[in-house]
């Protein structure tokens, strides 16, 4: 584990005092999309197929933070389309980081190298490197060749200057658990603070529908990749988490726990899923019928989901509701044994 | 299968509520047809049917709005725009390194004309 412990503490005390207001349904992290522009078009992606007029558009920095607001998260991720490409990025960003949120800017870090100075570091904001494996396995998964080597010269800047630069991955059929463990290797000698995975998820919109995992492909994938890892490897996301793309728990989606705000309004059910939009926070978690949604509901589309934004919130939960969570998530964290 | 060029035929195999659930998932430009004969073309993002007056919301061509229309005035949606999530990209570029690696195991597989050449 490698999130900072000023970031453990915030998460710890704001989900205590959800659970002593008695909230059974509480969001975790905010994703927030302020465009769906991207200078990418990833095989997997199923977010930016939308006509130029929608793609032109972008939230105003007072909406998102309106949204922000509204919503309470302690932690704000900002996925996209490209949010480099989002023109008040700088001042969305510094406004966040000012309200003392934990921001994730997820970029692919085509830009990242030269809009670096429009940021200053800080405890509370980490860019979160779009990087599906190693250059040939990204390439591939990115569409364009040379995008690994470029975003590994900007993680190297970003790092330089005392950024906090985490990476996240999406992994498909197909991936090779021997090349991943190179590539924690690798990722950690770039020094990043930390990494995130997670299986992908089989948009209807995005172009590759025959490479997605199945559920126990994702266990035997993600045991073999995790089995006896490295002292040296870092994750930034919850190890029970982790557990659970290995099979050793076995968790229920929380498709509240991170609730999407883009320029349509607040989407319906969950980052993943686009079933509507409501016009306010309250409306998505009063009026959005949750039990249609997760495992145990039947919904085909959430059969072979185990992406962290549904699951990650449920593990981050089940750390917090028991003694049985809390010693385990610690055991882990200490020993470093998944 | 894409719906792009579909102009639904509303009546009694095929409701207008049906229509829209159909233009709601689609990711491109429609052309919204009034019930006062009058058209629009914009991209439709929402529908809500669970209220006592069911409407749909779009951002029309220049990216204006979001407009809300009901149902009650609303005649047909014509799937008159670019299906963006057809996938043609994506398809080019899986042809173009299929063609590479192609280009490439063609080059190594030619004889060396003259392999005794120091």
Not at chain 1, 303 to 307: E, W
């Given at each position: 584990m490698s999130v900072p412990l000023s970031q453990m503490w915030t998460v710890a005390t704001y989900v205590t005092r959800q659970k002593l207001a008695g909230r059974k349904r509480y969001p975790l992290v905010l994703?927030?999309?302020p465009l769906f522009r991207c200078n990418l078009a990833c095989a997997g992606c199923g977010k930016i197929q939308y006509p130029a007029q929608i793609l032109r558009k972008n939230l105003s920095v007072e909406k998102c933070l309106a949204a922000v607001e509204e919503c309470g998260a302690p932690m704000v991720s900002i996925p996209g389309g490209e949010p480099l490409m989002y023109p008040d990025i700088d001042r969305l960003v510094a406004a966040l980081v000012k309200r003392k949120k934990y921001v994730y800017l997820c970029t692919n870090a085509i830009l990242l190298k030269e809009k670096l100075d429009l940021f200053t570091p800080s405890k509370y904001l980490s860019f979160s490197v779009?990087?599906?494996g190693l250059r040939e396995e990204h390439d591939e998964a990115v569409c364009r060749d040379g995008v690994y080597d470029q975003a590994v010269l900007a993680i190297r800047e970003a790092v330089a200057r005392g950024f906090r630069v985490t990476t996240n991955s999406t992994l498909f059929d197909g991936a090779s658990p021997?090349?991943?463990r190179e590539f924690f290797d690798e990722m950690m000698n770039l020094g990043v603070e930390g990494m995130m995975i997670s299986p992908g998820y089989s948009y209807s919109k995005a172009p590759d529908q025959e490479h997605f995992l199945m559920q126990s492909r994702t266990h035997d994938l993600f045991s073999r990749m995790l089995s006896k890892p490295k002292k040296r490897w870092r994750f930034n996301q919850s190890p029970l988490f982790l557990r659970f793309l290995m099979g050793k728990h076995d968790f229920e989606c929380t498709p509240w726990g991170n609730p999407t705000y883009n320029m349509f309004g607040w989407q319906r059910p969950c980052y993943l899923l686009q079933e509507g939009y409501t016009r306010t926070f309250q409306e998505l978690m009063d009026t959005t019928p949750w039990e249609n949604y997760g495992k145990k509901s039947g919904n085909e589309k959430c059969?072979?989901?185990?992406?962290h934004c549904g699951y990650e919130a449920t593990a981050v939960d089940y750390t917090f509701s028991s003694l049985k969570g809390f010693a385990e998530t610690v055991g882990v964290t200490l020993t470093g044994k998944l | 299968m894409s719906l792009e060029g579909w102009v639904p035929d509303v009546g009694q195999y095929l409701t207008l509520a049906?229509?829209?659930?159909?233009?709601?998932?689609?990711?491109g430009n429609t052309t919204i047809v009034k019930t006062d004969g009058t058209e629009v073309v914009g991209y439709i993002f929402n529908r809500n049917t669970y209220g006592p007056e069911p409407f749909l919301e779009y951002f029309d061509e220049s990216g204006d709005g979001?407009?809300?229309?009901?149902?009650?005035e609303l005649a047909n949606v014509k799937f008159t725009g670019k299906d963006t999530a057809a996938g043609n990209s994506w398809k080019a570029w899986l042809e173009r390194k299929e063609r590479e690696k192609a280009e490439r195991a063609a080059a190594r597989s030619v004889p060396d004309p003259d392999p005794h050449r120091g």
């Open positions: 994703m927030l999309e779009h990087m599906d021997l090349r991943m059969r072979d989901c185990m992406v | 049906e229509v829209v659930e159909f233009a709601f998932d689609y990711r979001p407009f809300t229309l009901r149902y009650s």
